[in-house]
């Protein structure tokens, strides 16, 4: 009993002490290092419940700190929980009953709108209810197979005891958030983290051979290196504005064997950017635009409770900026990529409308890739010709 209490108590404090000025998983490290006579078990029991409290929202924000931490592990989890037996056994019994059922118990009764308070402002196509619902689970870990090494890579798993799903496309595995996958798979090659939403946008590329392609806000390569994988002699450029950035993508890509392609830091935003591009034209152009990030908050649900509504235009001012500038780069006949991880309007449907209104691009295809049906990402992508 005492060990449990300890654990409620460790989690208020943090969540006490946290602004939402560091990502949630960075502050809990400083937390524990400050606490180090904590041992692993107990620091897995705390942030498990720290993360059960901002999965709810704006849910129950009255409510005591300790009361929201009990409700949210009984929505979070489905299996029977210690601390549920102790501080609140008539929910444990009932721990395996239906999200919806759990919801209905609850007093003030959890609505999507409140677990997700910007549900007016996701894109239409999105289903608010699932999406909403979707933020009391923790997505899990994908991996994209390469080579066909897709019966190496189920043997290993096979033979470490893990549990995984293959998909139908035979080169996405599902994996149990948190799988260290590197000591079971040490031949990096053979595959890449990548979430399967993301991979899911490589469907537009359609690369031809020998033909420019610019992954212009690469970031840490993952869509370059799925390019690659379609079309291995691609003349390809990223860049990105952080020149840390680039190296991490330049080690990455030595991972995976990529070695034939430009890098260069670019700020994309800056006015004099056009001019130190000359007159460069691509078959192919990759915008996976800086954004809100919100399609990933199943990940950092601590976004929910710190993210502000006027952020979104703010980012929707510098997706239009950038696509502005890259948008002319673009050959005559070629292909742009529009891509974020985002699920608000704005970002998305009426960037790609803007992106239509200042050149002869028009959307072809693509559209919201929903992951909340599969514990994934949920993202935006479309290819315009």
Known sequence: MS????????????IGAYSGSLPLHHFLKAFFKEHPY????????????????????????DLPVGERILAGTFLCESTPSDLLAVLRPEWNEQIALSLTEKMSLLAPTVTPEALFPLIASLSDSIDASDFALSQLKQPKLFIRVRYRKLDKIVALLDKAGVAYEVFPNNTTIALPNGTRIEAIVTEKSWYEVQDASSQQ?????????????????????????????????????????????????????????????????????????????????????????????????????????FFKQEEILHYQQLQKNIARQVVPFVKKGGTLIYITCSVFKQENEEVVDYIESISELKRERGGVIAGYGKDADTMYAVRLS
């Not at 060990?3 to 943090?14: L, M, N």
């Open 3 to 14: 060990h449990i209490k300890s654990y409620i108590t460790s989690a208020e404090k943090v």
């Open 38 to 61: 904590m041992g692993g078990r107990d620091r897995r029991w705390i942030s498990q419940l720290v993360y059960h409290y901002y999965r709810l929202g704006q849910w129950g924000r």
């Open 201 to 305: 946008t490589g469907e537009l590329f359609s690369p031809a051979k020998q033909s420019r392609w610019w992954d212009c806000c690469a970031a840490s390569g993952g869509k370059s290196i799925l390019l690659k994988d379609q079309q291995s002699d691609v003349q390809l450029l990223v860049s990105d504005v952080r020149r840390s950035i680039l190296d991490n993508l330049q080690h990455r890509f030595a991972a995976a064997g990529i070695k034939h392609y430009e890098a260069r830091v670019a700020d994309l935003t800056a006015a004099n950017f056009p001019a130190t591009m000359g007159n460069r034209q691509f078959d192919g152009i990759i915008l996976d635009a800086p954004c809100s990030g919100s399609g990933t908050w199943g990940r950092t649900p601590e976004n929910i409770s």
